[in-house]
């Protein structure tokens, strides 16, 4: 069999010479179960990422397996030119559980081309063309989406896309507007107004955001963020998308991000846990926005691929069964307890903890003691190489790459939490102060 290093190098001489790969010796993973994978090497770690937040119930969940080699036998694919049992119980069951009036569905393969579907239909339905995105979110590969996305590392060219204009993120720990969570006026929601009102025509097709953003580093909003945003972005004619790629099905303790904002979106986006890492994703709107496309045909060839979409409604149904919304509540706060108690630890290393659920991150710094956050990548990649030693897999992110993104699958259990606090404080101990 071959080794981690063998295959490595394989990987490096036929694939594009930008695919990001963790950890100074890449891990070349074979197996998994569970909340555990193992590699080529035969090293085996509790895995705290999830193929970014994509694996929600387990690696080879038994039920989606079941599922899917159940379908694999009846038929594997057609298209969205056919109407398909399973697409369609599966579209029956998201709109069920969808917050407000989402009742109308498309499939597509990735959470780029949701994305793009959602911004179509913005523009469509209110015959607007400009949108307001945040700085530091990421909403994919596609041309559209390196526009939306404020995250250089993430922009392979220059943007071609005048109609996308970025406001503020809502970064509490590093404010743009210098204010203190104690006298904060949501000067970063009041951004969103000024952005519509200096860079737009002053009538827009809508606003974009991730409840939580992901890849700029897991940032988390203040609570009144999203309503006060969600009334700017109305005052101005547009529609608001919430991207759930990333937050959506029960990873913030809640079925949906949006939801722990009190705000009821005209447009949500969907995939990464949608199908435990079979490619699926998902657009939900209101019938009146979906009627706006009518007339003008749309086909996707892989979107609602029976496969697909049959472990999706497994994982809905374990989702539901297996209660793990509450579940990603109840280990989330046993989480954030012990991240909280690391940064007790370890206060000069590590600057911010936050997230919501079963969504956390560590913001490490050069010395938060010292008033000094100056962004410490190299503490991430120590870190890194430290919990991979002992056996844990962790994800980072953040636009300076100094962010620790932590995130168990839905089902994870009191006791690999405790396990993997345990090898992080292990692995902060051996450098950081």
Not at 22 to 40: I, M, N, P, Q
Request: one cysteine or more.
């Amino acid at each position: 069999m071959p080794s981690s290093k063998e295959i490595k190098a394989r990987h490096d001489a036929v694939m594009f010479p930008n695919t990001a790969n963790y950890y100074a010796d890449a891990v070349a993973l074979k197996e998994g179960k569970g909340h555990r994978v193992t590699d080529w090497d035969g090293k085996t770690y509790l895995d705290f990422f999830g193929g970014i937040l994509t694996v929600s119930v387990g690696h080879c969940n038994e039920r989606v397996n079941a599922k899917v080699k159940a379908q694999i036998d009846r038929l594997s694919h057609m298209s969205t030119l056919y109407p398909a049992l399973p697409m369609v119980e599966l579209a029956e069951k998201l709109v069920s559980l969808a917050p407000g009036k989402l009742d109308k569905c498309f499939f597509t393969a990735s959470g780029t081309e949701a994305d793009e579907t959602a911004v179509n239909l913005a523009q469509v339905s209110t015959g607007k063309q400009e949108l307001v995105a945040l700085k530091h979110g990421y909403s994919g590969r596609s041309m559209l989406a390196q526009a939306l996305t404020a995250h250089s590392p993430y922009r392979s060219v220059p943007t071609q896309i005048a109609a996308i204009k970025h406001a503020a993120a809502p970064y509490c720990y590093r404010c743009p507007f210098k204010q203190k969570p104690e006298s904060c006026a949501l000067e970063c929601a009041q951004d969103v107004e000024d952005v519509i009102q200096t860079t737009t025509t002053g009538q827009i097709a809508g606003f974009l955001g991730e409840p939580i953003q992901g890849v700029g580093g897991f940032i988390t909003p203040h609570p009144d963020y999203y309503k006060a945003v969600h009334g700017i972005v109305k005052k101005y004619g547009g529609v608001f998308i919430s991207d759930e790629v990333q937050t959506g099905f029960g990873r913030t303790g809640k079925m949906w991000g949006i939801q722990n904002f009190g705000v009821e979106p005209d447009i949500m986006t969907m995939a990464k846990g949608i199908a435990n890492g079979f490619p699926l994703a998902a657009t939900l709107t209101t019938t009146d926005i979906a009627m706006s496309l009518k007339g003008k045909g749309s086909i996707s060839t892989f979107g609602g691929n029976p496969i697909s979409v049959s472990a999706g409604l497994a994982v809905l149904e374990e989702i539901e069964e297996q209660h793990l919304v509450d579940n990603c509540k109840a280990r989330g706060a046993e989480l954030r307890e012990g991240l909280e108690y690391l940064k007790r630890q370890f206060p000069k290393t590590i600057g911010d903890v936050r997230g919501l659920g079963l969504m956390q991150a560590l913001e490490l710094v050069v010395d938060e003691k010292a008033g000094d956050r100056t962004h410490n990548p190299g503490a991430v990649l120590k870190l890194f190489e430290e919990t991979k030693k002992r056996g844990l897999l962790i994800g980072r992110g953040g636009l300076k790459a100094n962010i620790v993104r932590i995130s168990p699958m839905l089902n994870v259990g009191p006791g690999e939490i405790k396990e993997a606090l345990k090898i992080l404080e292990d692995s902060f101990a051996s450098f950081a102060s």
